[in-house]
């Protein structure tokens, strides 16, 4: 009996783990394959973990709420790029027009926020796929708004936000007004490595946050409704109320994390950054070793740290080895896709054998 357990653990182990075990084994493959230096790896790791950590903290809320991985956090991603429109068309410059942004950003992530969580309490148990198919509608409305009242309804000033036509934003908006203004607020380099400490501050802050949210009464509130929602409200938990407010926060969250992705990069694709930023937070940190049920913070940076690592060097592994780099552009968008729905299938997979064996369990078969 203690072997088929230790068989079953095992087993248990592999199964939660394999998607970070395959990204570990491809990555050990190609890493040799790209001839990449080591001080260029890391440079560009250590600008990657600081460019999209805080994009994937957002997930974590709602995961602790039980209502999955939120795809609608493309919603704040949109408020924060609104206020980095309007950001650069006043020449708010540095630290003080990256807060501005974020202060413009808050108002917008909540209502967009309070919108979809609403939503997604009038679709219990199918909330990951409703949130995806909010994303595509308030992504019209930006685009609407972005392309025909910027400039026309709302004042832009700038010629060089502005389409020829008069009104509607460029495809492509230059912050170099705020480019990597909190990543080398600190300046430090090491060897000659350029270390993005402010960025690492704040993602430090705010994993502690995230500690410290945990053990607070909306904390427990959240944990009790992601495990049972009718026994929460048996014991006068708010159950649809505390799932609003999961989504509120992961949707304002994601509003600053796009504006610390964006400064980090230094421009803005005005109708398409949004929709990476989403499925590529989600894919890494499914990459990590997380669920749909549960995540914590290790999962997330060794999920930004393998799905990037694999971004890096799968270009020039693809080239050395049959002669193509188009093949790891390719890979890396397969991945993306494929990795959340390899996700998705183990995890029901998963919780059908851990039905089952409690079942047998129950019984004296095991």
């Known amino acids: 009996m203690k072997k088929r357990e230790a068989t079953f653990n095992l087993k248990r182990f592999l199964m939660a783990n394999i998607v970070p075990i395959i990204f570990i084994l491809l990555s050990a493959f190609a890493i040799p394959i790209s001839q990449f230096s080591a001080s260029y790896l890391v440079q560009e790791m250590l600008i990657r973990l600081a460019r999209d950590s805080f994009l994937v903290l957002s997930l974590l809320v709602p995961i602790i709420a039980g209502m999955g991985l939120n795809f609608g956090m493309v919603l704040g991603a949109m408020a924060g790029q609104i206020g980095l429109i309007l950001v650069s068309d006043w020449k708010v410059m540095g630290l003080p027009g990256m807060t501005l942004a974020a202060i413009i950003a808050t108002p917008l992530a909540v209502a967009l926020g309070w919108m979809c969580g609403a939503i997604l309490n009038r679709a219990k148990g199918r909330e990951m796929v409703t949130s995806y198919i909010l994303g595509f509608f308030v992504n019209g409305l930006y685009q609407l708004v972005v392309l025909y009242f910027f400039g026309s309804l ?14 509607g934003i460029r495809n492509a908006v230059n912050l170099v007004g705020i480019r990597n ?178 079942r047998r369990m129950f019984r004296g078969e095991a």
Request: with cysteine; glycine share 8%.
């Open 181 to 358: 203004c909190l990543d080398y607020l600190i300046p430090v380099t090491i060897h000659g490595i350029r270390v993005p400490l402010g960025t690492f501050i704040i993602i430090a802050a705010f994993s502690a946050f995230i500690v410290w949210f945990r053990k607070t009464k909306l904390g427990q509130d959240m944990r009790a409704v992601g495990q049972d929602m009718e026994v929460s409200r048996s014991a006068g938990i708010p159950v649809e109320r505390t799932r609003l407010i999961s989504i509120v926060i992961s949707t304002v969250l994601a509003a600053y994390g796009q504006i610390i992705f964006l400064q980090n990069i230094g421009t803005l694709n005005t109708y398409n950054s949004h929709e990476q930023a989403g499925m590529f937070a989600i894919a890494a940190l499914l990459i990590g070793g997380a669920s749909v049920a549960k995540a914590t913070l290790p999962n997330v940076f060794v999920g930004v740290i393998l799905f990037h690592l694999m971004f890096i060097v799968s270009p020039m592994a693809g080239k050395y080895l049959i002669g193509q780099a188009q093949l790891g552009e390719y890979f890396r968008v397969f991945v993306s896709y494929g990795v959340v729905a390899l996700a998705l299938v183990i995890y029901e997979w998963r919780r059908a054998q851990e039905k089952a064996y409690a």
């Open 154 to 167: 709302i004042p832009i000033h700038s010629p060089e936000l502005v389409l020829s036509r008069g009104y």
